[in-house]
């Protein structure tokens, strides 16, 4: 448990290929669910996942076998990318995509990341997970990456294991 918000934390590879007029955005990786108790994690398939360009709904699928997904999109100045929904707890992404526009005229960018989530369980306080984003990334049009903003995500990590780590151990009422 000692790199639980590490572990709660989720795997993400930047990274841009280009190809011959295509003018998308592809989303692809796997979900995994991860088990509080011992944090093995676990491929699954079937959690939602919505794709929205402010409050605009661009997309929704559900993770395939072994956990995959792959979404294509049309080149939007941002993204914000939900994942799973009860009896999970959601896991939002916030992604800036302004001047990949440019990249994109000239070939494919993709951007990989797995994702962890993990079962709400009844825990008090994980509510804020349903608007606040877990992760935030940017693109760097200059080096042509996503750049993760890591000190954000370590961030919400850590907050996110002060809860789970709260829930385990509830604060029970002294008897006088």
Known sequence: MKHLAYLILFTCLANVTW???????????QVFEMNLNDST?????????????????LATLESGPKGKYKIMLDKYP??????????????????NAKGFQRAAEFGLVNLEMDIIVFKEDNM???????????????????????EWDYEYSDYMAK?????VEANKYPVTRREE
């Open 19 to 29: 190809a011959q007029q295509t003018k998308a955005f592809t989303f692809s990786g």
């Open 41 to 57: 994690e676990t491929p699954i398939m079937g959690v939602p996942i919505e794709v929205w360009y402010g409050e605009e709904l």
């Open 78 to 95: 941002s993204f914000r990318i939900k994942f799973g929904k009860a009896p999970y707890i959601s896991k939002i992404i916030d992604i």
């Open 124 to 146: 008090m306080g994980m509510d804020f997970m349903n608007y606040t984003p877990f992760a935030k990334a940017q693109f760097n049009k200059k080096k042509g990456t996503m």
């Open 159 to 163: 907050r996110v294991q002060a809860i």
